[in-house]
């Protein structure tokens, strides 16, 4: 690749990742403000929530079909399009006048800023060698994490300064700048330009998701994400409540302390290339799966509060070892239709997400949190390593 070439991807990725940023904020931006919207809309933090599970629903809903118009119209160009689109979303939340109105602005929002990272991931797997492709993608991941990290952080001094309207409005103009930029981007740059597509990729929905599922390692790599997403976020969900109930530390205070998960997937990034190189993808993958089990167990067992933040960033380290494997290798599942395949992945992690946490809330009320963190801990050693052994297992044969 010239050195134009060059500095054009990596301009193209940074704006992904800005977008990416953008996208997680936009999910954990509610979860501060729930209290402020139950004291002025009147309304019962139950159906206040459904801000929060609204945005949720939706991004997990319409992943599927991003992918396949993402190979039609070309993914970088319909990356813009739907951050444009979450301006409008943001700004419809900003200026609802009743809660009704908040919970349908936050479910376009989620349904419009679903597109923006299956499809960046997808685009990455198109121009980046597979050589270079996870290192790569842990460059984008930045944006994320660092909106996973941010989201709760503009909510909540949004909300104890200016007021939570002035959050959405935040939002809003961030969308705004990074569409605008993501398209001039579409416009002007030779690689974020639309190239017709394959004819695997202009066949419909149910075809392209047939290509995609007779693709046996695309089913290895899909049911990983799941069980990976169950594990993890099915455990995580719980963290704040068991060091408010054990230790005593209100919840704003046990909520960051488990935002260390965030510092422990942003140490990941800072040395991704390193442990690329040095562990390779089976590395990776077993490395990742000892760190989750340690950090459950520690969590499990910690004497003070003082011990969950520390777990808690190890859980990030060893989770996005793995996850960025699972991604790099779900960019690479079904290259002919990898728009629909990036897509599907993200949606077998987002119901991971969502059965863990499920499952969570019916054993924590008897067994508690310690319980939960104990099981996830020894869960996690079997998928690892059957995900190892079939890995190790299709390098060879490569």
């Not at 933090?45 to 599927?64: C, D, I, L, M, N």
């Not at 392209?208 to 390692?217: D, S």
């Not at 239709?337 to 992690?349: E, I, K, N, Q, Y």
Request: charged share 10%; proline share 4%; hydrophobic share 55%.
């Amino acid at each position: 690749m010239t050195i134009s070439a060059d500095r054009d991807l990596k301009r193209a990725i940074l704006l992904l990742s800005a977008a990416a940023f953008a996208s997680s904020v936009s999910a954990r931006v509610c979860d501060p403000m729930l209290p402020e919207l139950v004291r002025q809309f009147a309304a019962t933090p139950e159906r206040v929530a459904t801000v929060v599970a609204g945005f949720s629903v939706a991004y997990g809903s319409v992943q599927a079909f991003f992918g396949p118009l993402g190979d039609r119209l070309g993914k970088y160009r319909l990356i813009a399009f739907t951050t444009l689109a979450c301006t409008l979303g943001s700004l419809a939340a900003a200026l609802a006048p009743t809660l009704n109105l908040l919970i349908l602005a936050r479910v376009f929002l989620g349904a419009s800023a679903a597109g923006i990272i299956p499809l960046s991931m997808a685009w990455i797997g198109d121009k980046v060698d597979y050589h270079d492709r996870q290192a790569t993608l842990a460059r984008f991941l930045v944006g994320q994490i660092a909106g996973v990290i941010g989201g709760q952080f503009v909510g909540g001094v949004f909300t104890d300064t200016l007021g939570w309207r002035w959050a959405f409005g935040f939002l809003c103009a961030l969308y705004l700048l990074v569409g605008l930029r993501v398209l001039g981007e579409a416009r002007r740059n030779p690689l974020a330009r639309h190239t017709p597509p394959a004819a695997t990729a202009r066949a419909g929905l149910l075809a392209q998701a047939r290509t995609l599922f007779g693709v046996g390692w695309a089913r290895v790599i899909l049911a990983v994400v799941f069980l990976e997403g169950m594990i993890v976020f099915g455990g995580l969900a719980f963290v704040p409540l068991y060091v408010h109930q054990r230790f005593g530390y209100s919840m704003s205070a046990a909520g960051a302390l488990a935002g260390s998960f965030g510092l422990g997937g942003l140490c990941y990034i800072s040395v991704a290339k390193v442990l690329v190189r040095r562990l390779g993808e089976v590395g990776l993958a077993v490395a990742g799966t000892l760190l989750i089990a340690a950090a459950w167990w520690l969590a499990a067992l910690a004497p003070a509060a003082a011990w969950v933040a520390p777990a808690c960033a190890l859980l990030g380290l060893g989770f996005y070892m793995i996850h960025n494997t699972l991604q790099t290798n779900a960019t690479q599942m079904a290259p002919q239709v990898r728009g629909t395949a990036v897509s599907f992945f993200a949606s077998a992690f987002f119901l991971g997400q969502s059965l863990g946490v499920s499952a969570g809330a019916k054993l924590v009320p008897g067994a508690g949190p310690s319980t939960l963190f104990a099981i996830s801990g020894a869960a996690v050693l079997p998928l690892g390593a059957a995900f190892a052994a079939l890995l190790r297992a299709r390098q060879r044969r490569r």
